[in-house]
T-cell receptor, first 112, second 115 residues
Framework: AQSVTQPDIHITVSEGASLELRCNYSYGATPYLFWYVQSPGQGLQLLLKYFSGDTLVQGIKGFEAEFKRSQSSFNLRKPSVHWSDAAEYFCAVEGSQGNLIFGKGTKLSVKP | DAGVIQSPRHEVTEMGQEVTLRCKPISGHNSLFWYRQTMMRGLELLIYFNNNVPIDDSGMPEDRFSAKMPNASFSTLKIQPSEPRDSAVYFC?????????????FGPGTRLTVT
């Protein structure tokens, strides 16, 4: 069965520092992968998605993610974090029914 | 567009009471999803509809939970009777299609507390 692991429950970075959030997936074929962000008290918003092609995908708000099949990873990155990026981030993979299977999430705190 | 609308935003009820959560999807979207978010289990898909028809309800925890979509603009998730372990945030999402290649748009959620 498909699954997603986000190893880091909580990460704190300083404003202006770079960010990398880890995501590992379990899937037999080429996965469809997603990153969503959830701000406090809000629903989830899609940041970016990977279906095929270029393994480096660009998303909204300056985020990017790189698909690495050999490592079964789809890590999210941002070169310079802003205070407004403080939120919870969810990696997801498409399940066999076309639904989304989410990781447990990584909460990002940003220090001034 | 107003986005996905959920009501109520917060619900506090006593164990044994019936709870009804409501969702209005984005106009034109033909797929609707109900998720539950808890600290322990994360974000879980409960059920989803395509063209108002339930496609997969394998995530519905037990018979106390039921969901309906009487038309393209309205869905309900009902818990009867409610239990403290049902306390969670319930999200509704809609999309143009059932496959994940169509972006899912999430509502703000309903925070349910069962005492």
């Amino acid at each position: 069965a498909q699954s997603v692991t986000q190893p880091d429950i909580h990460i704190t970075v300083s404003e202006g520092a770079s960010l990398e959030l880890r995501c590992n997936y379990s899937y037999g074929a080429t996965p469809y992968l997603f990153w969503y962000v959830q701000s406090p008290g809000q629903g989830l918003q899609l940041l970016l998605k990977y279906f095929s092609g270029d393994t480096l995908v660009q998303g909204i708000k300056g985020f990017e993610a790189e698909f690495k099949r050999s490592q079964s990873s789809f890590n999210l990155r941002k070169p310079s974090v802003h205070w407004s990026d403080a939120a919870e981030y969810f990696c997801a993979v498409e399940g066999s029914q076309g639904n989304l299977i989410f990781g447990k999430g990584t909460k990002l705190s940003v220090k001034p | 567009d107003a986005g996905v609308i959920q009501s109520p935003r917060h619900e506090v009820t006593e164990m044994g009471q019936e709870v009804t959560l409501r969702c209005k999807p984005i106009s034109g979207h033909n797929s609707l999803f109900w998720y539950r978010q808890t600290m322990m289990r994360g974000l879980e898909l409960l059920i989803y509809f395509n063209n108002n028809v339930p496609i997969d309800d394998s995530g519905m925890p037990e018979d106390r939970f039921s969901a309906k979509m009487p038309n393209a603009s309205f869905s309900t998730l009902k818990i009867q009777p409610s239990e403290p372990r049902d306390s969670a945030v319930y999200f509704c999402a809609s999309s143009l299609g059932r496959r994940s290649s169509y972006e899912q748009y999430f509502g703000p959620g309903t925070r349910l507390t069962v005492t």
